[in-house]
């Protein structure tokens, strides 16, 4: 009984929920006109938090909003604000961003993203580290081909709220970590698990219809679905970025974009090769290449879910934080300073 999910009329009324959005003051927010000329002009919700020179562009996946980086948000932009700066954005389709009802791609997507930095000042060479999760992955992806991409890591899902809720919990994370206490900071008390917690944020955002609705989200789900990189296409950008300012990240128990699309990614990035005809569920993992070390940092960790930064928020900031370190380091040896 005691790993029983609370129902969503037990997540209302529980003193946390109205402190699962945590109140970060961002340094500067607003909202960006974009695509002019393509398909806009309209507006991209924004936030700037922390006031360092290094600055990090984190981009939220299918349905997620900028809060839901909150975690990061706060490890780098507040506890270390002297050092980074991060800035976080509603991707077209949700959030406090415009609608627009066309046809989205990720490729569009990151224009968006790179008008946004161009409208806070953010247009200095190698000046941006960028790190998505899952759909924010696949934007980075595209905005590596833009401007340039420092990291990619690794969602989905649209019954009653409460089976709703369930299912998005049960594709996106694992069943040790959603039966795990909340341990996340609170204000009032903790809810009793991680899954609860999650189950809080998803009810809020379901119920908040000008926030979250259904043709923004399957706009944005139609975007992700057709992205597609060949291995030229990623091999081209491992060139052209440099592999030593690239991570991949990716649990091998990822329900929503199954592991071996990762490792596609990464071989395509590492070696400009494409599907051997192995990708599969029974055997990918006892392939030779998938443990060994190459150029391209790589984080394949084994029974892991989707949302790898929620339920290793401390050792996923700190790859972050090594990655980048390291291409602060690289500007220096390139000659490029801010």
């Not at 980074?84 to 954005?89: A, D, H, N, Q, R």
């Amino acid at each position: 009984m005691a790993n029983r999910p609370m129902t969503a009329e037990e997540l209302l009324k529980h003193p946390e929920y109205d402190h699962t959005i945590w109140d970060l003051k961002p340094s500067q927010e607003g909202k960006a006109p974009v695509a002019n000329g393509r398909g806009g002009p309209f507006n991209i919700a924004y936030e700037v938090h922390g006031h360092g020179n290094i600055h990090i562009v984190f981009i939220m996946g299918l349905g997620g909003m900028k809060y839901a980086w909150q975690r990061h948000t706060k490890d780098f932009a507040h506890i270390q604000a002297d050092t980074y700066s991060v800035l976080t954005m509603d991707n077209r389709g949700i959030g406090e961003s415009d609608k627009p009802f066309f046809r989205y791609t990720t490729s569009d997507m990151a224009r968006d993203v790179v008008e946004v930095m161009d409208h806070v000042g953010w247009t200095g060479k190698r000046e941006c580290h960028v790190a998505g999760v899952s759909m924010g992955g696949m934007i980075a992806q595209e905005v590596g081909f833009l401007e340039n991409l420092y990291s990619r890591a690794n969602l989905f899902i649209p019954k009653a709220i409460d089976v709703q809720i369930d299912n998005v919990k049960k594709n996106l994370f694992t069943e040790e970590w959603l039966n795990a206490p909340d341990t996340l900071e609170h204000v009032v008390k903790p809810f009793p698990t991680n899954g609860d917690r999650f189950a809080a944020n998803e009810l809020w955002k379901r119920t908040h219809p000008e926030y979250f609705g259904k043709s923004g989200f399957f706009l944005q789900a139609a975007a992700a679905w057709l992205h597609y990189k060949s291995p030229q296409d990623l091999a081209k950008m491992a060139e052209t970025i440099g592999k030593k300012r690239i991570m991949v990240v990716h649990g091998t128990k990822d329900r929503m974009v199954t592991f071996p699309h990762g490792v596609v990614l990464w071989r395509g990035l590492e070696k400009g090769e494409g599907r051997t005809g192995k990708e599969n569920w029974l055997g990918i993992e006892e392939e030779k290449d998938i443990w060994e070390e190459g150029e391209i940092e790589k984080h394949f960790i084994k029974g892991q879910g989707h949302v790898l930064p929620f339920e290793m928020r401390e050792e996923f900031g700190k790859w972050l934080e090594a990655l980048f370190k390291r291409g602060e380091e690289l500007n220096k040896t390139e000659g490029i300073q801010r």
